[in-house]
């Protein structure tokens, strides 16, 4: 039997996902975790759904051997020891695991934004991002690095270069439906809202409007009918896990509709320039301050006020590209703080909630 909330049909695959992690007790670490690291709690099921249907096993097997271990199927790269100690049984590692990398990924991108960065040889200047382009980018940075934010930075769809190329846009899919399930279940009252709210101009209209939160002027057509193709995990399943788990679901091919329109900056603008040009500048004040004395003396004999007007030049030059960098510096600081603000403010919504899971058939208040 479907199941429906508010109006709105909720995937089988999805609720099979849900049921299956309520039931095993996993629940309460991914809110925990989710708390933790000032997420919502499914954001970070929609990221094991990608990655393993919230499984606990191997994956990503290449050259001979896994490469991604546990529920968040944190990669062999990152985490060499985890990798080697992993098991089959300690499924809450692999969680706390992967909310420490998706944390790591969140201080990274903080500290990217207005500066030059380089990915696999490929520099680029990290264009300034809302709350939720953050998120966004944030989230697919968890399956490949710093490609989104290059993808952003050029004015290219954010999930470019992930794997399938939908990595984000699905995590998405994935977390508003586990948002309606904490919220139809009364585990997370307002889970709904919230995702909606935090996925910002990236939620699709139609899942706005499920939610009840303010739709962007641009959105006119319902783009939330199309659902995402699943990608199913090439993993190896946990035999005492395999029983209890959904059944396989193909992908299915549909057209992925643009999330938000999103205008592309110059790759030659003024910032990149300014960048580019900041140490040539120094340099020619310091060459245009000696030649300028030598030359008042011994070759031009200059008047005073022409000397004056050199070095007034320069130094407001100077004076202008201080203030220019001073302003971003103040810009980044405050996103930053902006950011924390947010999950501070996140963290207290899950406190103030009075989280209920229910395992078993019984009921437990953390």
Sequence with gaps: MATSYKGRTIPDWIVQQYEKTKKRG?????????????ETTAGLLGISSRETNIENIRGDFRNGHYNGFGAMQVD?????????????????????????????????LGRLEGRTVTVKGHEFYGREMGLDDFRRIATSMYNNGRWPY??????????????????????????????AL??????????????????????????????????????????????????????????????????????????????????????????????????????????????GLAAFDKIFNMPVWALAAIFGGLALVAIAYMALRAWRNEQRERRAHELTVIQAQTAARTDQNTVRIVQSGQTYNT
Excluded at 26 to 38: C, K, N, S, T, V
Excluded at 151 to 173: E, L, M, P, Q
Aim: charged share 30%.
């Design 182 to 291: 904490l919220e139809m279940d009364g585990i997370e009252p307002d889970a709904l809202r919230l995702e909606a709210e935090r996925q910002g101009d990236y939620c699709y209209s139609g899942y706005q409007q499920w939610a009840g939160v303010k739709l962007t002027p641009d959105e006119k057509i319902n783009l939330a009918e199309a659902e995402p193709p699943r990608l199913p995990p090439m993993q190896e399943k946990n035999s005492d896990l395999e029983a209890e788990g959904p059944k396989p679901v193909q992908p299915v091919e549909v057209a992925i509709p643009a999330v938000r329109p999103v205008n592309a900056p110059q790759e030659n603008s003024f910032w990149d320039k300014l960048e580019r040009v900041k140490n040539l500048i120094v340099a020619a004040g310091t060459g245009a301050a000696g030649i």
């Design 26 to 38: 996993w629940l309460p670490a991914f809110q925990r975790e989710a708390q933790r690291i000032g």
């Design 76 to 108: 062999i790269g990152t985490d060499p020891e985890y990798a080697r100690t992993w098991s089959p049984v300690n499924w809450e590692r692999g969680i706390i695991r992967g909310a420490d990398i998706l944390k790591s990924k969140m201080d990274e």
């Design 150 to 179: 290059y993808a952003y930075s050029k004015g290219r769809d954010i999930d470019s270069f992930t794997t399938g190329k939908n990595y984000g846009k699905d995590v998405y899919f994935r977390a508003i439906h586990f948002a």
